[in-house]
């Protein structure tokens, strides 16, 4: 199939979204499908989002999109975010009644409020239930936030898990080939990703634990913290096999968030045999309970202290439930439902093909120039 992701958040992004879309579609790839993606980063004109200026949008790019949708003439659509790109793709789409899909990654309206207070929550749900409901499919990526959103007025959702690189991530990277955190005393509590007001940090770091905190990643948040917080550990950011060490050499994973949809990182901590302590919210009460991997409590600091007496063999066990190829599998399944596109979508592709085949280019170029060579206006394009 020729399948189309629009997404607003791509490398050179990172965070576990970016991570998921680039896996899924390589993926894709593999198995012989035609995949292109409208991103960012693809030469627009961009601006910093406000209060996050690591993550950049493309507000003027419609005409771009609009010409890169009709020449590539996608069979499914898939819009990731609801950025100005997503925005961009949803119109066109309507206009010419092609069927998309999306999906839900963050707890987007709590992420605005954690930045902005003053906006309520409630305009932001409208205007992401919006967005969604217009889809034809929204996937999103645990059963409890299937029932979340559904109470929320969120139609036609569908659960879309995540996947862990078991060859990345493995117990392998422990002490290979030394101790990433030597020196410092043990035990290491650890925790990776975006150093952002909506991680809930400061839950992690105000805890009084024994041995050191470590925090892997950038955002910004990190020089805030860095001053608050002089005797953790902030390491920025790390990748690939340096962030598989990071999570190997420690000895409990911490995630303090409540706005995670999933969580990534939980099954990247678990595939390298790190136990993980978390909150019991959206996500890690999808994971955890009942693995042997980690502990949820309502008091972060009694989870991390359970966490130390499980066994890191369980961590591992549970983490390779979760494969890539699974996961693509289901989101395929979720990208093409049992519908096909009206006949304005098609009708729209055969004029588009027809007026972008090499026979019909050549043929208007061959009649500007007979009509410049009589001395004739050419037609405005």
Request: proline share 8%; net charge positive.
């Amino acid at each position: 199939m020729k399948i189309l992701l629009v997404t607003d958040a791509w490398h050179p992004q990172v965070n576990g979204v970016v991570r998921t879309l680039d896996k899924t579609m390589k993926s894709l790839r593999k198995r012989g499908h035609e995949v292109e993606v409208i991103a960012p980063s693809d030469g627009y004109f961009t601006l910093p989002l406000p209060t996050y200026p690591d993550i950049r949008l493309a507000p003027f790019a419609y005409n771009d999109v609009k010409r890169r949708m009709l020449a590539f003439g996608p069979e499914a659509i898939h819009i990731a975010t609801e950025g100005p790109l997503g925005q961009m793709a949803k119109m066109l789409c309507h206009k010419w009644a092609m069927p998309f899909t999306t999906s839900y990654h963050t707890k987007f309206p709590e992420y605005i409020k954690a930045r902005m207070p003053f906006i309520p929550m409630s305009w932001s749900y409208r205007f992401v239930r919006g967005f969604h409901n217009a889809g034809g499919r929204t996937m999103v990526t645990t059963p409890s936030m299937v029932e979340f959103l559904d109470e929320r007025g969120f139609t036609r959702l569908a659960p879309w898990a995540r996947g862990v690189d078991t060859v990345l991530f493995n117990p392998d990277k422990k002490s290979a080939p030394d101790d990433v955190y030597a020196g410092l005393p043990r035990p290491i509590w650890v925790n990776v990703g975006r150093v952002a007001v909506e991680k809930n940090l400061q839950a992690f770091l105000d805890l009084d634990l024994p041995g050191s905190k470590v925090i892997v990643g950038d955002g910004p948040q990190l020089e805030e913290l860095k001053k608050k917080y002089p005797e953790v550990t902030f390491t920025g950011a790390k990748f690939e096999v340096e962030l598989a060490r990071h999570f190997a050499d420690a000895d409990i994973f911490v995630f303090p968030s409540k706005t995670d949809t999933f969580g990534l990182v939980i099954i990247e901590a678990m595939a390298t045999g790190l136990p993980v302590a978390a909150y019991p919210v959206s996500g890690p009460i999808d994971i955890i309970p009942g693995s042997k991997a980690g502990i949820l409590d309502k008091d972060l600091k009694t989870a991390c202290l359970a966490a130390l007496k499980l066994k890191p063999a369980d961590a591992i066990a549970h983490a390779h439930k979760y494969s890539w190829d699974a996961v693509t599998d289901v989101f395929f399944e979720l990208l093409t439902p049992q519908y096909k596109p009206r006949k304005r979508w098609r009708r729209v592709r055969r004029v588009t093909r027809i007026a972008s085949s090499p026979f019909h280019i050549l043929r208007r170029s061959l009649r500007r120039i007979w009509q410049i060579m009589r001395g004739k206006p050419t037609p405005k394009s």
